[in-house]
Nanobody
Framework: QVQLVESGGGLVQTGGSLRLSCEAS????????LGWYHQAPGKQREWVAV???????NYADSVKGRFTISVDNAKNTGHLQMNNLKPEDTGVYYC???????????????WGQGTQVTVSS
């Protein structure tokens, strides 16, 4: 069973940067889609960014121009570069990856365990 291992969260001051990573626990054939979600304290999980297999990206209005999503298929890893962080970015960030374990496998969706981001004012 593939697991997604997230890393890169932490405590940062307003205006700072973090780079989140989401790595598959075993070698896989391909990453089809990658999404990042944010769950602020006491709130529902919300979509932040998506990277599709065609290379297209899209972002929530609240992070446009500040966050960048990327995928490195060779390393079975996705990233979320977070710049100019604001206190409202505080929360747990989850990655969601649709991947193929083998070339003949069907696409399967997995969630990471979440990584905490705290932005101090």
């Amino acid at each position: 069973q593939v697991q997604l291992v997230e890393s890169g969260g932490g405590l940062v001051q307003t205006g700072g940067s973090l780079r989140l990573s989401c790595e598959a626990s075993e070698s896989i054939f391909s990453i089809n889609n990658l999404g990042w979600y944010h769950q602020a304290p006491g709130k529902q999980r919300e979509w932040v960014a998506v990277f599709t297999s065609g290379g297209a990206t899209n972002y929530a209005d609240s992070v446009k121009g500040r966050f960048t999503i990327s995928v490195d298929n060779a390393k079975n890893t996705g990233h979320l570069q977070m710049n100019n962080l604001k206190p409202e970015d505080t929360g747990v960030y989850y990655c969601n990856m649709e991947l193929r374990r083998q070339s003949w496998s069907r696409k399967t969706n997995y969630w990471g365990q979440g990584t905490q981001v705290t932005v101090s004012s």
